[in-house]
């Protein structure tokens, strides 16, 4: 078959290409796009291949054409694309420069997790075989012994590949060459020697590859910790207390489960992350129940599980207490005021009933939160506590030394989202004022139980004041003033 092609002078010939190359174009688009965009990469002939010398172009129209195939299988330029959206293939990319073990630890490691046998994978040489030894490790995986689309196989796969420092491929936004170009040859999957490369051969090779059906294993579930992500690993209680008391109950879960223990211990217990760690760490040690693979086997130290424990609770603290979340009150006894409060109160505004409501209310918020040496509250909160003109507040609170000025530019700090966190100097007292056996939280409910010698002596109110506040005998119902 023959097909016209321009030259650089104006005259065209014709372009003879091998019947078998469009079985390679059919092979290629399995797993990438051959629409743009594209890459072609063009080397320096004759010249020594390194990265320097390489020329990555971007095609953003048309496809790639069988002269460009035919180019890449000649080792003239190198083709490669995004993902399809149901790749047939996945491609462990091993970069020995960024590598956690030797080449064949890796690949070793990522059979082992898989449960694979040597026709469930093919490995190949990259661009970068003959000056580095980079190389790719091909897999076929399906789904309950279907095809699956890419993000499934990304979540599944990509933490077995950060284990031993490799990426994965194909990518939906970053292209990946094809394969079979004269400097991908396939390799010895013992000694990773380059075999003889034909790739007639190697089309039919690859696709007789044994699918893998991930269904059937056991991976480890990541969390990727993005400080933006929606918090959706806090448990309900009773999924909790089963976690506590029993432990880890299946192979896959340790990651998660470490997480979901320190959500429920920065938001239900209301514990000091140091606390926390602590706690799940006492927990991990006596209740993997060898459901975890990587203690059990040693391939994770104890160190490694610390470091992974702290990553956890440092998100979870972080994200629950930038945002819009508070210590559940029905966890926590200590949920009101005290009586020393009320003295505070007077003693930074005397005879001033507006500011001292709105001191009440943000000393209500912070009381559960006081052992924090910083307290996030967000532009929501101030303005339930001191209205719209909460910065003239904020003021006040700086001029008399209650509150410091937060950080410009905290960390994680998102505008709308997640808020700043401020230094407030109150006293800490957990001998709130009750009544009815119940911690009192709005400020007319608390003022109506004090003698009017207090309010009149210590708050300085006026009489008309303390009139209006005692002359109804029975304390309203108790409302949460921050709802």
Known sequence: ?????RQSNGTSQKFNYNPNLKEYDNFCQQTTDSYAPFILIKKIPGQ??????????????????????QGHLDGKLMTGGRSKWY??????DIDKSNMKLSAAEAVDYVQDQLHMKDYNFEINGSLSFRDKGHFHIYIRPEWNNQPTYLKKNRDFLLPIAKKIGAELYPQSWRKV??????????????TLEPLQHDWKQLIEIYNSIEPIDLSTINGQEEFSFNYNAQAAYFPDQQEIGQLIKKGLQQYGTRHKSILKLACFYSISENVLPEQAKRLIWKWIINKH??????????????DAVSKEITKAVDWAYKKYMRTNNKPSPVHNLGYGIAQSHLDF???????????????FKLICFYAPRGHWKYVFIHSDIWQAIAGSKYKNFQRLLLQRGIMTLPEK???????????????????????????????????NDVMAIQEPEYLKNKLKLDPRTIYNIKKSEKVSDIIDVLK
Request: aromatic share 12%.
């Open 1 to 5: 078959m023959k097909n016209k092609i």
């Open 48 to 69: 020594k291949k390194t990265e320097s010398e390489k020329q990555v172009y971007t095609i953003k129209k048309g496809r790639v054409s069988l002269q460009q195939r």
């Open 87 to 92: 790749p047939v293939f996945m491609i462990f």
């Open 177 to 190: 060459c094809d394969p079979f170009s004269p400097f991908q040859p396939r390799l010895d999957k013992e």
């Open 289 to 302: 129940n060898d459901q975890s693979k990587d203690i059990s086997s040693g391939a994770m130290s104890w």
């Open 345 to 359: 109160i007077s003693d930074v505004f005397p005879r001033q009933i507006s500011n001292q409501k709105k001191l």
């Open 409 to 443: 530019n905290p960390d994680f700090y998102i505008i709308g989202q997640q808020s700043k966190r401020f230094q407030l100097h109150i006293p800490a007292d957990k001998n709130y004022i009750a009544y009815n056996q119940r911690n009192l939280s709005a400020f």
